[in-house]
């Protein structure tokens, strides 16, 4: 079997390629650093006889166990 010589084009667009996915890798762990921790979740009141849903942010305090 014949293995041809490296085309160094294609590999220099490989590289450059993986080089944007890890820039992109950074940009979207540092905008997730930004968000507030938890999930979103659903509060309930009564009042007056009516039932009243709301969204709100659930977290748990101290570090995660299990």
Do not use: H, N, T
């Amino acid at each position: 079997m014949r293995v041809k010589a490296r085309d160094e084009s294609v590999f220099r667009i490989l590289e450059s390629e993986r080089d944007r996915c890890a820039r992109v890798i950074e940009k979207i762990a540092a905008e997730m650093e930004k968000l507030p921790r938890g999930c979103l979740g659903q509060g309930k009141v009564k009042s007056g006889g009516k039932e009243y849903v709301y969204p709100c942010l659930k977290y748990r305090e101290g570090p995660r166990q299990g």
